[in-house]
């Protein structure tokens, strides 16, 4: 398995609080993302990271942000929580090969985030 | 823009074989992936189609046709832990290796 970890793996906030959560992973590789999934909505994509301090919006972005200072770590960090973010939060990992190739993505466990 | 469909819920027998189909529109793209999630776990990867046809992984295929914009997953000699949410997924053509997931087929193997 692929070295993926994210802290915390539970978290429960409440509305208007900031919360940060972290991925780390032992792999090196060059991309990492985070997804919420939400029942009947799948993964959906929220920040990727193409290198270190090199990031870019997907496609739910409003009301998150990120940071990658080092390879190893992506932080994603919701400024002023609302009860509309409570979700499962998944950081993958994936390392570019040739155009057209598998560039599998590999998941990190999870944070299930509850904002009251 | 991209858009995949897949059946919400789909149901089995343990031995029988079981096919999940994804539909998708888009613009482009590099190929389509299939990934496995057990309830309270991570997506793992299956498979994975860049050409038209069939590719085959032991008990799982996966099928991709671009001109009928259309794949499938097919699961044979299914067991109980085959249960799980099944997604389809496609990778752009730009260069930021995002993708774009299905909402997801849940699949129950009944005894």
């Known amino acids: 398995d692929a070295g993926i970890t994210q802290s915390p793996r539970h978290k429960v906030t409440e509305t208007g609080t900031p919360v940060t959560l972290r991925c780390h992973q032992t792999e090196n590789h060059r991309y990492m993302y985070w997804y919420r999934q939400d029942p009947g909505h799948g993964l959906r994509l929220i920040h990727y990271s193409y290198g270190v301090k090199d990031t870019d919006k997907g496609e739910v972005s409003d009301g998150y942000s990120v940071s990658r200072s080092k390879t190893e770590d992506f932080l994603l960090t919701l400024e002023s929580a609302t009860s509309s973010q409570t979700s499962v939060y998944f950081c993958?990992?994936?390392?570019?090969?040739?155009?057209?190739?598998?560039?599998?993505?590999?998941f990190g466990p999870g944070t299930r985030l509850t904002v009251l | 823009g991209q858009s995949l469909e897949q059946p919400s819920e789909v149901t089995a027998v343990e031995g029988a074989i079981v096919q999940i189909n994804c539909t998708y529109q888009t613009s482009g793209f590099y190929g389509l992936s299939w990934y496995q999630q057990h309830d309270g776990g991570a997506p793992t990867f299956l498979s994975y189609n860049a050409l038209d046809g069939l590719e085959e992984t032991g008990r799982f295929s996966s099928f991709l046709s671009r001109s009928d914009s259309y794949g499938y997953l097919l699961l044979q000699e299914l067991q109980m832990k085959d249960s799980a949410s099944y997604f389809c997924a496609v990778k752009g053509l730009d260069s930021s290796y995002k993708l774009i997931f299905g909402s997801g087929t849940r699949l129950l193997v009944r005894p």
């Open positions: 993958a990992i994936s390392e570019p090969g040739l155009a057209g190739g598998t560039d599998t993505q590999y």
